[in-house]
């Protein structure tokens, strides 16, 4: 018999060869982004979504340490395999510490899309430590069978990719629909005249509660005349600063972000 010259890559080692691609990709799209953001007037307002400085400088960083990846992935050495470790490990602390108000953030979308990305890190970095065998030594392709470490990394990591899409593109549209089907139901015609409407509102319970809130004055606010102070009715900052939008009250506004959104809406209304 003789030897391959090639040996066959095992599947999750092309999985992160082909990640591995899509992190350079991303990284040179976010720095070309970057470069056209500062020549618009939103350069402010994304500043308060993440640092430009900071996520250019970790994506030239990223770049580079994607291509000694795949350089490792072809060279197969320990320093390589060791390399690898290191980078996601910064990877996976980088992504908590830049997400971190998204992932304690009220937003369940937000929550549960945080961390399952950093599920799927995580996930990576366990199924390299756990093939060292591939960077350690030359094998033959029957020496890397679909074993127990591949089966594991290829069920989680189509799960939580699943989980994310399905997060990303239905959940946050299910809750909206599910709160309004319920406002409708929990009020009926009621929700059609305020003053019985509010009333109601405010027997609710938890997020539902501002939700409908925020909703009568949505339907009603052209019929009936509101206040900023009706805003103070609200328990979550989140449908508070929402409420403030609405009046362009955007001194009251705490989110930074919405803050900023709130101000420009203003200058457009006032043009």
Same mark, same amino acid.
């Given at each position: 018999m003789?030897?391959?010259?090639?040996?066959?890559?095992?599947?999750?080692?092309?999985?992160?060869? /082909?990640?591995?691609?899509?992190?350079? &990709?991303?990284?040179i799209? @976010?720095?070309? +982004?970057?470069?056209?953001?500062?020549?618009?007037?939103?350069?402010?307002f994304?500043?308060?979504? &993440?640092?430009?400085?900071?996520?250019?400088?970790?994506?030239?960083?990223?770049? *580079?340490?994607?291509?000694?990846?795949?350089v490792?992935?072809?060279?197969? =050495?320990?320093?390589?395999?060791?390399? /690898?470790?290191?980078?996601?490990?910064?990877y %996976? *602390?980088y992504?908590?510490?830049?997400?971190?108000?998204?992932?304690?953030?009220?937003?369940i979308?937000?929550?549960?899309?945080?961390?399952?990305?950093?599920?799927? *890190?995580?996930?990576?970095l366990?199924?390299?430590?756990?093939?060292?065998?591939?960077?350690?030594?030359?094998?033959?392709? =029957?020496?890397?069978?679909?074993?127990? =470490?591949?089966?594991?990394?290829?069920?989680? %990591?189509? /799960?939580l990719?699943?989980?994310? +899409?399905?997060i990303? @593109?239905?959940l946050?549209?299910?809750?909206?629909?599910?709160?309004?089907?319920?406002?409708?139901?929990v009020?009926?015609?009621?929700?059609?005249?305020?003053?019985?409407?509010?009333?109601?509102?405010?027997e609710?319970?938890g997020t539902?509660?501002? +939700?409908?809130?925020? #909703?009568?004055?949505?339907i009603?606010?052209k019929?009936?005349?509101?206040?900023?102070?009706?805003?103070?009715?609200?328990?979550y900052?989140n449908?508070?600063?929402r409420?403030?939008? @609405?009046?362009?009250?955007?001194?009251?506004?705490?989110?930074?972000? =919405?803050?900023? *959104?709130?101000? #420009? %809406?203003k #200058?457009?209304?006032? #043009?």
């Amino acid at each position: 018999m003789f030897k391959n010259k090639h040996p066959e890559i095992p599947k999750g080692i092309q999985w992160i060869k /082909t990640i591995s691609y899509l992190g350079i &990709f991303s990284a040179i799209f @976010m720095l070309g +982004f970057l470069g056209i953001l500062q020549a618009t007037p939103l350069s402010g307002f994304f500043a308060d979504l &993440f640092n430009p400085i900071l996520t250019s400088i970790f994506a030239v960083i990223s770049i *580079v340490a994607w291509i000694f990846v795949i350089v490792g992935i072809k060279k197969r =050495t320990i320093f390589f395999w060791k390399f /690898t470790l290191i980078w996601l490990i910064v990877y %996976l *602390v980088y992504a908590l510490i830049s997400n971190i108000r998204l992932i304690f953030s009220s937003n369940i979308t937000n929550l549960f899309g945080q961390v399952i990305w950093l599920g799927i *890190v995580i996930i990576f970095l366990w199924y390299i430590y756990k093939r060292k065998d591939y960077y350690s030594m030359n094998k033959l392709p =029957t020496e890397f069978p679909v074993d127990k =470490t591949e089966k594991i990394f290829k069920i989680i %990591l189509i /799960t939580l990719i699943v989980l994310l +899409f399905a997060i990303s @593109m239905f959940l946050p549209k299910g809750i909206e629909l599910y709160n309004l089907s319920k406002y409708v139901r929990v009020l009926g015609e009621d929700r059609f005249n305020p003053e019985v409407a509010i009333s109601i509102c405010e027997e609710q319970e938890g997020t539902f509660r501002d +939700f409908c809130l925020i #909703q009568t004055l949505s339907i009603n606010a052209k019929k009936y005349e509101f206040t900023p102070e009706y805003c103070e009715k609200m328990a979550y900052e989140n449908y508070y600063d929402r409420c403030q939008l @609405m009046f362009y009250n955007c001194e009251k506004i705490g989110n930074e972000q =919405t803050k900023k *959104v709130c101000d #420009q %809406l203003k #200058q457009l209304a006032s #043009q």
